[in-house]
């Protein structure tokens, strides 16, 4: 087993997480992404039909890792992810990033939040003023931390999960039942 199948997510998914999904789910999804990156993008629409499948027991929460040397506008995209968040419309922005929006200057950005009914004023003062480029700091520093040097990485209850083409559906949906499946064991063996 290769040294990045073993790493681990140096911090938790906790409260500072961007979250879908209920904290009791059985298997929690964490992705870092760079919502420039083609592979990133490509991964969105899996993880979607993963939360459709699995439904209450599974949970999702992305952290950013803007790739800025390859993606210019990686960084300013994370950003207007968390401004949206601070208008409680992070999850809204993040599909409109990954799903509609390929041209990621600022009026595309601001045109973006007027449609999610956002005060399109302070979202584009906010982004001008980089007030949550430390909020994307943060994630890339804990995505450093757990060995993540490229877009997706994938951690499967907090332990890495995904290489290079092993991000599809069939490939997760196996990994994410096999975690299922220890988890139910565990908790028969606990009440046993």
Not at 41 to 69: C, E, I
Not at 77 to 106: N, P, T
Not at 155 to 169: C, Q, Y
Request: charged share 25%; aromatic share 8%; net charge negative.
């Amino acid at each position: 087993m290769s040294q990045s199948l073993r790493a681990t997510l140096s911090l938790p998914v906790g409260s500072q997480d961007h979250v879908q999904g209920q904290s009791s789910a059985v298997v929690t999804i964490l992705m870092y992404g760079d919502y420039q990156c083609p592979f990133t993008r490509a991964v969105h629409p899996v993880v979607k039909d993963l939360q459709r499948h699995f439904g209450d027991q599974l949970r999702f929460a992305y952290r950013h890792f803007p790739l800025t040397k390859k993606h210019p506008d990686a960084q300013r995209a994370a950003e207007a992810a968390e401004v949206a968040a601070g208008q409680g419309k992070f999850w809204g922005m993040h599909d409109q990033l990954f799903e509609r929006l390929w041209a990621l200057d600022e009026e595309s950005l601001v045109r973006a939040a007027e449609g999610l009914g956002m005060d399109s004023a302070r979202f584009s003062r906010e982004l001008a003023e980089h007030a949550c480029a430390d909020r994307v700091r943060q994630d890339v520093q804990s995505g450093i931390d757990s060995g993540v040097s490229g877009t997706p990485t994938i951690f499967l209850n907090g332990i890495r999960s995904a290489e290079e083409d092993e991000d599809d559906f069939d490939t997760l949906k196996a990994k994410i039942e096999a975690a299922i499946g220890v988890e139910k064991a565990a908790r028969g063996k606990a009440r046993s």
